[in-house]
């Protein structure tokens, strides 16, 4: 069975400090991994995907995140912190050889203070 | 850039009524889902539809849950006698075949008193 963990419900960082927001997969077979988006009011967006290509993804925003096998983890990274990056963000993971079912994380919400 | 469109974008609804959550997926895709997400709870799948056929579910999506392709272009979700536990935001979602991307909706606001 497939799960993920997402260490930290809240995480609150200055504007123009780096952002962490960690994950942590559980997976049989090999994986894909997203980060979504959640602004307030607003669906999930798609911020980033590991698809077994390159282990360091790049997604919009400045954000990135490092596939790494040895820790099962797949954490969202971003150097310099804006206002406007305050949203709550999900982690997911889904199984490579199917189409949907998405596994999500509990969520982490990012305050960003001034 | 294509968008998944949900409407309502919120519903206040009686215990005991039949809701009706509409999404129009991007045109050319094949796959079609729905997941829920209750107040402060994680994001959860509850059911896929592929070649006009339930492909899965979960053991949330009970026999007071159905869904329905009735045109070529909605994606419907029906909660037959909705419950007070039913309220949550309903996000639809849609890929096309061979994708790894979920495309998802604004959701559904679903209030149940």
């Known amino acids: 069975a497939q799960s993920v963990t997402q260490l930290g419900s809240h995480v609150s960082v200055s504007e123009g400090a780096l952002v962490l927001l960690r994950c942590n997969y559980s997976?049989?077979?090999?994986?894909?991994l997203f980060w979504y988006v959640q602004y307030p009011n607003q669906g999930l967006q798609l911020l980033l995907k590991y698809t077994s290509a390159a282990t360091l993804v790049k997604g919009i925003n400045g954000f990135e995140a490092e596939f790494k096998k040895s820790e099962t983890s797949f954490h969202l990274t971003k150097p310099s912190a804006h206002m406007s990056d305050a949203a709550e963000y999900f982690c997911a993971v889904r199984r490579s050889s199917n189409t949907g079912k998405l596994i999500f994380g509990q969520g982490t919400t990012l305050q960003v203070k001034p | 850039e294509p968008e998944v469109t949900q409407t309502p974008s919120h519903q206040v609804t009686q215990m005991g009524q039949e809701v009706i959550l509409r999404c129009v997926p991007i045109s050319n895709h094949l796959y079609f889902y729905w997941y829920r997400q209750i107040l402060g709870q994680k994001v959860e799948f509850l059911v896929s539809?592929?070649?006009?056929?339930?492909?899965?579910k979960s053991e949330i999506f009970d026999d007071q849950f159905s869904v329905e392709r009735p045109d070529g272009s909605n994606f419907t979700l029906k909660i037959r006698s909705t419950k007070l536990e039913d309220s949550a935001m309903y996000f639809c979602?849609?890929?096309?075949?061979?994708?790894?991307?979920?495309?998802f909706g604004a959701g559904s606001r679903l209030t149940v008193l």
């Open positions: 539809f592929y070649n006009n056929e339930i492909s899965e």
């Open positions: 979602a849609s890929t096309a075949y061979g994708a790894n991307v979920l495309t």
């Open positions: 997976s049989s077979v090999p994986p894909y």
